[in-house]
């Protein structure tokens, strides 16, 4: 792994006597999302605001690429200072302001670009957030969802080098939230940028993550993937990320990957001489829907999907999650490989209503009839064997995935 | 463990047996800790005063030091100009009864301009926009505290001393003086109603006293003092609500709050102490 971006090396800060982050050593790396996870007060944020120098630690030190803050020249750290854009928990826009007003402001303020520029550059991040017919209103005149949207709007006008997220999605529905995450994932693929986040969105902030940091009294509890937080056994860590997943996929419906894993082994205790059951994993390009439809189109097909995936194979006795962004594994208990495969062809044949209908209008409504593209919604049949973990039989699944059924830009017949 | 929490409870009670022993040592520390944090507290505004002033000159500054002149000074002038027109009437009827008995009445001219213009001009001016935007300063700027709008202004890379202070700061400069020489002028016209007008006074002689007792040194005096005034009204206004959310007496909206009532206070005290300093220096 390269050298850190941004690292702290024995970092404590103390409040009125109070330790809030005790001798914390973390790195954050370039180019990836870094997810910083913890009880309330545990500093999150205290910690977000060491990185951009609202606050400065009691002891200890913090590494910009390499090199200690306390010991750049004020020149050289306001250089650095100015590529991180800090998105805050309560979104502290400038409330005497417009919408317009406050996502232009920072490029007002240290740009010397044209004024015309500068409302075209605003425009255009109000416009990816789906805030035009805020544009002219006050913040207190928004929803709290709307205020979250117009702070990272602002947060990206500059096109930063360094993104602190301090919860992006709070106060958002689960279409919503999902499309906050679509956005960080979108601009970050477009502009490169490092993202530090505080998240407690599972499982779709884990989704995009390349590392996860868990602060835990005071210190740093666990740092890596996600993956590996999960198999470090310890209680009381296992129990708060239990407790994030919940029961159920908010976006989708589904099961939470938690409720899951408890479904799957209550089966494979049932099931143990029989050796007979299936899986599916399905999925579908949220980029390319995202890249065709927009933001929140591409969540509103992938909730379709997950719904309709729900309904049809619970009925049967499957259960469902979402194990990606865009991946849904279906576990059919009892049923052979050939009885699976003509449950996933019915359900593909279905699919033209279930899904296909969702995505056509989407299409229409947001793209015009001049936008070409070609959706594929795929499926990947397994057999399962009482040995295998659900992480090989999603490589399984994913090995044999297939095309179930497509969208054409053609508009006309369209599913396969 | 149990020999530490001997140790403690030995001393507790040794804390109980001196404490009354401690009270005058305990007033002298009390002292001692406010004399430090008001020294501190002097030496942190000098330090903010000075580079609100030096970031008044940098570049984007034009635009909002005319909003904030606009709002300090030309919304101010209205209130100054009905003080200053019933502070001369006042002044021209209790000049006017106290000349009467010395038969000096010719004088009231003379007595009304030179108290407005040496004193009560730039020191009533100063209160009251002190009152309306001294305080609406300390008010604003603590609201955007506590709502972390100062800490976003700081991670979007504009300073917020540069943008938000030193505005008011320049607006506070430019405005003391003209709102002062509006306020002579009125509290002079004031003086005409009740001492001519009213009291029947001869007109000419009023304004006769009025231009031959005035000196330009009283009117440079005068300027200095709404300068001296508007830049530590402006300091203490700012000051207060800019580092609110770091008083030991109040959070959140109470703290704004006594951040407000601290800048009126603290303001129009400093307001007569500098001016006893200013015009002893003059004199």
Known sequence: MNAPLIEFRNVTKRFNGKTVLDNVNLSIYENQVTTIIGKSGTGKSVLLKHIIGLLKPDEGTILFQGTPIDKMKKAEWEGHRRKIAYLFQNNALLDSMTVLDNVAFPLRQTTDLPKAEIEKRAMKRIEDLELLEAVGKFPSELSGGMQKRVALARALVTDPKIVLFDEPTTGQDPIRKNMILSMIIHYRKKYGFTAVMISHDIPDVFFISDRVIILWEGGVGFEGRYEEALKQNVPMIDEFLRSLDGFQDQLTGLLSREAFKMHYSAMLGSTVSESTSSAALFGVRLDILHEALGAQAALEVLRALGEYTNRYFNAIGGFSARHSRDEILTIFPRKTIEEARKLVEDYSRNLEHGVIDHIRDMASANSGEATCFDIHIHAGVTEIYPEDRIDEIIEKGRAKQEIISTYRCDFGGKDQ | ?283
Not at chain 2, 220 to 245: M, P, R
Request: net charge neutral; proline share 2%.
């Open chain 2, 1 to 283: 463990m149990f020999a530490a929490r001997a140790a403690g409870d030995e001393m507790m009670e040794h804390e109980d047996i001196i404490k009354p022993a401690n009270i005058p040592v305990s007033f002298f520390s009390v002292i001692g800790r406010w004399t430090i944090r008001t020294i501190g507290n002097f030496g942190a505004m000098a330090v903010f005063f000075f580079l609100a002033f030096v970031n008044i000159f940098r570049a984007r500054q034009i635009r909002e030091i005319t909003n904030q002149t606009y709002y300090i000074g030309a919304k101010s002038s209205l209130i100054v100009m009905l003080v200053a027109l019933f502070t001369g009437m006042v002044l021209g009827l209790q000049l006017f009864y106290t000349l009467v008995k010395f038969g000096a009445v010719g004088a009231l001219g003379s007595a009304i301009s030179l108290s407005l213009v040496r004193e009560l001009g730039p020191v009533l001016t100063a209160i009251m926009i002190t009152a309306r935007a001294g305080s609406a300063m300390a008010a604003e700027i603590g609201i955007l505290r506590n709502s972390e709008q100062i800490d976003a202004l700081y991670t979007m890379g504009v300073d917020p001393i540069r943008y938000l202070i030193s505005p008011r700061v320049a607006a506070s400069i430019i405005s003391f003086p003209l709102l002062t020489a509006f306020f002579d002028l009125i509290g002079i016209i004031g003086g005409y109603i009740t001492g001519v007008v009213l009291l029947g006074t001869n007109a000419g002689t009023y304004f006769y006293r009025v231009q031959s007792s005035i000196d330009l040194v009283d009117i440079q005096g005068g300027f200095i003092k709404a300068l001296v005034f508007g830049a530590i009204v402006s300091c203490i206004c700012c000051f207060q609500g800019y580092f609110c959310h770091m008083r030991s007496d109040g959070f959140g909206a109470k703290s704004v709050g006594l951040a407000t009532v601290s800048a009126v206070v603290i303001s129009c005290v400093m307001i007569l102490v500098s001016d006893y300093v200013v015009t002893s220096f003059l004199m």
